[in-house]
């Protein structure tokens, strides 16, 4: 996977070319490959992880520009996985559907502030399933606290 980074070019001026190369290629190996080592990822540009080392010692340039790389490679990674998540909201499936809201609140910060009041008007038996709907719906109550929004289910019927 090949990334370019024209928006770091300047800022980096004591990095030579083939070293900026190894660094983004160690950055992307920490977060988009960890299962290769650093001493692989060196190999295969023809380095020694020694060398990487030394080099992030003499210059401090070399650890900045792995961090920018890898805060940049992470923000593409973000938009790819909100378009993922926003695809799971909208699944068919409903057990789906609820994991992909919560962790949207989870994500944008409002897990605390927003829990919707569940009221559920059931006038059939209770069957073995809709107690374990009701105990993931109760499940689901306490760990969403404090309410800003009333949502009202109305189950006609529990199979």
Known sequence: MEYSYPELSDKYPNLKEHHKRILE???LRAILAP???MEQVCNEHGIT???IRDLKKRNPEA???QNAVGELI???TK???DEILLKLMRSEN???QQKALELFYKVTGQIGSYTPQINIQNNAPATQDSRVILNEIEELERQLKST?????VDFEEID
């Open 74 to 76: 992470l923000e593409d």
């Open 25 to 27: 290629a160690l950055a």
């Open 49 to 51: 992880l020694d060398a």
């Open 94 to 96: 409903e057990k789906t």
């Open 35 to 37: 299962e290769k080592t």
């Open 148 to 152: 800003k929004e009333v949502v009202t």
């Open 79 to 81: 938009v790819e996985a």
């Open 63 to 65: 650890i900045a520009y």
